[in-house]
């Protein structure tokens, strides 16, 4: 039986700066990623030490859904995320220090962060979320896998919500699109909708 | 030794990424795992290799690695007891 | 009836034989593959020891007997191989439009490396590496033109390339699906495991209490899987069912599983109650077992969470191949597979004595006895944990 769901929020986070529910946030833009995310962490008054570990994939990861994800109760939330570069950014740096053989000091915490899903990881450790998580690598964002695959999350009890996006960071050029499905919400969750955000 | 344990905090924080905290925040005998700055598994690897890096020291088991990060009065011992660097 | 996932072709290579059959036989007589690295030793992995397939890139080629595009990195070699082997297993000759879902952690690193030092900043060579090009790569290198994607979640990927799979063919989006993963071995991966010092410097020793860490290995392996609607129309030989498929995050550390074993519980759980069984139905568990400290005692603790004193019959078959990675659970699921198909759980290599807590034993020998349904797991970084159930053709519930 196909269900009918919801977007009750999303949020994008790119060099214009960051819109929640389509709404401008004040906060710092600047191009340097470094220098935004850091303003952006104090904005929201969270304290998270953990973050400033973080490569810049998952920063930007943990940003957007520290937006749609502070106030939750649920932990019932699935996650579904894919993007370009997969964790290409980090692997570069990673690459950098083994090439160097005289000055030869690889570092385990940016080895780290050399899989795209490790992003979701740091969401699911600080948001305490045990559901299924998954995350594709693509030229474009696959609108129409993964509205599918959301659907079947939900229509199959695997989950209650499910946070679905983009998270796109390479060299400096980063773009999220994140949004939450569930039962009840503004948005119509579809294609069309979909697509949209992602604009 | 009161310098190497200076040195040692400004390099711990940095390499490390511990934005929040400062220098004068890190006690010397205060335990730097667990509790203290709440460091973890990934950090104790770091430190290995700040350890080669700027002081020429391998350590090579992790166990090891426990009992010479207590605290910034162990990692300072330790250091000026075997550095080549 | 109308939900079952039917495994109808099954192909792969690894340290231990080109094709299924050859690790059969090499599972059979406990030959492993563990060996000093050869192909890509540069200064700093000389002597580490590994699960290397033993062929060249041009070898490789020359095996898969088809022309392929330059730069074609090891990983969509190894990938095409084992893919071309479960296409002909399956009788399918035109790869058409069926889906190929693959699942990798470093894809086209090796070609990376290579050329890394003389980019002078062509990107072209780069694209090449992506993640998300190996998928539509080996689709392509196959004759296919369908929808094909990548999934990168560290070493559960090719489990999770394996549910997707499924769902597509649950939810009707597909009849017939090629599922699976590859990884070859990198400079990137082996230095890197070795900045967390995981890795092992003798030959990996599973749920041993001695065991010191792990060696990583490289290979591919890929399953066609079959809706009942597709077999309805043109029936085949079914070697198994996909009965049960779940995912969970461990929600706990980046790289460490947590002390209850959160993740590897709830995938468990979960995958059981998809397949509708209860523990005691399970005959074998094909462990992830890796032999790193935090993930065979975290790993044996979520086991007895679920099976309590029932403990099933259970072995790390990383004994013999290495850690594959993102082939992994590609690769263990066809050995869950030949387990039913012969009737054999087999034998954890190099056990000698049990960890304190929990002081639970694998098979030290190959143990013959009625294997129906097999229960494996894959765990990756980030806390993506997955469990596959494979159950033996007859029975269908």
């Not at chain 3, 890929?222 to 069912?241: H, M, R, W």
């Amino acid at each position: 039986m196909e269900r009918k769901y919801h977007i009750s929020k999303h949020c994008r986070i790119d060099h214009h700066g960051v819109l929640y529910n389509g709404q401008p946030l004040s906060a710092e833009i600047s191009t340097e990623f470094s220098i935004f995310s850091k303003a952006f962490y104090y904005s929201l008054g969270t304290t998270y030490p953990k973050f400033f570990k973080m490569d810049n994939l998952s920063k930007l990861a943990w940003l957007g859904a520290e937006l749609l994800l502070k106030e939750e109760l649920s932990k019932n939330i699935a996650i579904v995320l894919s993007n370009r570069s997969s964790s290409y950014d980090t692997d570069l740096k990673h690459v950098h220090a083994i090439s160097n053989t005289e000055q030869y000091y690889p570092s385990p915490a940016i080895f780290v962060y050399t899989l795209p899903n490790v992003c979701i990881g740091e969401i699911a450790i600080r948001h305490h979320l045990q559901t299924e998580n998954i995350f594709f690598v693509s030229e474009q964002f696959d609108s129409q896998l993964t509205v599918n695959y959301c659907n079947y999350l939900l229509n199959s009890n695997r989950a209650e919500k499910v946070l679905c996006g983009w998270v796109e960071y390479l060299e400096e050029n980063y773009k999220l699109v994140l949004y939450l499905v569930e039962k009840t919400g503004n948005l119509a969750h579809d294609l069309n909708v979909v697509r949209q955000l992602m604009l | 030794m009161e310098e190497l344990k200076s040195e040692l905090k400004a390099k711990i924080i940095e390499a490390l990424n511990l934005e929040e905290i400062a220098v004068e925040d890190i006690e010397n005998d205060a335990p730097l795992f667990g509790d203290g700055l709440g460091l973890d598994s990934i950090d104790a690897l770091e430190l290995t290799v700040l350890l080669d890096k700027d002081y020429g020291i391998k350590v090579t088991d992790p166990k090891v690695g426990k009992t010479i990060f207590q605290s910034i009065d162990t990692l300072a011992h330790y250091i000026s007891e075997n550095r080549t660097k | 009836m109308n939900n079952a996932i039917a495994v109808t072709g099954m192909g792969m290579i690894t340290a231990i034989g080109d094709d299924v059959a050859q690790n059969y036989h090499s599972l059979l007589r406990k030959q492993h593959g563990i060996k000093p690295l050869q192909h890509i030793a540069g200064k700093h992995q000389a002597g580490t020891l590994v699960g290397e397939v033993p062929w060249t890139n041009q070898e490789l080629v020359e095996k898969l007997g088809t022309t392929v595009p330059k730069y074609s990195s090891r990983t969509s070699l190894l990938a095409a191989i084992a893919a071309k082997e479960a296409l002909t297993q399956a009788a399918i000759t035109d790869l058409g439009n069926i889906p190929v879902i693959m699942g990798t952690s470093v894809a086209g690193m090796d070609i990376f490396e290579q050329y890394f030092p003389h980019l002078n900043g062509d990107r072209t060579l780069i694209q090449r590496r992506d993640v998300g090009d190996s998928a539509s790569a080996l689709s392509k290198l196959l004759g296919g033109n369908g929808f094909a994607t990548a999934i990168s979640t560290a070493c559960s990927s090719a489990a999770n390339a394996i549910s997707f799979g499924a769902r597509l063919l649950l939810s009707g989006r597909a009849e017939r699906v090629l599922v699976g993963g590859s990884d070859a071995l990198s400079r990137f991966t082996i230095n890197g495991f070795d900045s967390l010092m995981l890795l092992s410097d003798k030959p990996n020793r599973p749920f041993d209490r001695n065991r010191n860490g792990l060696n990583l290995g490289e290979g591919a392996g890929f399953l066609v899987l079959e809706s009942a609607k597709a077999l309805e129309k043109i029936p085949k030989p079914i070697l198994g069912y996909l009965t049960g498929f779940a995912n969970a995050n461990d929600a706990f550390h980046q790289t460490a599983t947590s002390d209850s074993g959160e993740g590897a519980y709830l995938a468990m759980k979960e995958a059981l109650t998809i397949s509708r069984l209860a523990p005691d139905a399970i005959d074998y568990i094909n462990a992830h077992g890796t032999a790193t400290e935090n993930n065979d005692r975290t790993e044996a603790i979520a086991i007895q969470r679920i099976f309590g004193d029932n403990v099933p019959s259970f072995s790390s078959t990383k004994a013999y191949t290495g850690h594959t990675l993102g082939a992994a659970a590609g690769i263990e699921a066809i050995y869950a597979l030949l387990a039913i198909q012969h009737q054999l759980a087999f034998a954890n290599l190099r056990f000698e004595t049990a960890m304190e807590q929990p002081a639970l034993q694998p098979v030290t020998d190959h143990r013959s006895s009625s294997i129906k349904h097999v229960l494996s797991n894959s765990f990756g970084f980030g806390g993506n944990c997955s469990t596959l159930i494979f159950s033996d053709a007859e029975s269908l519930y």
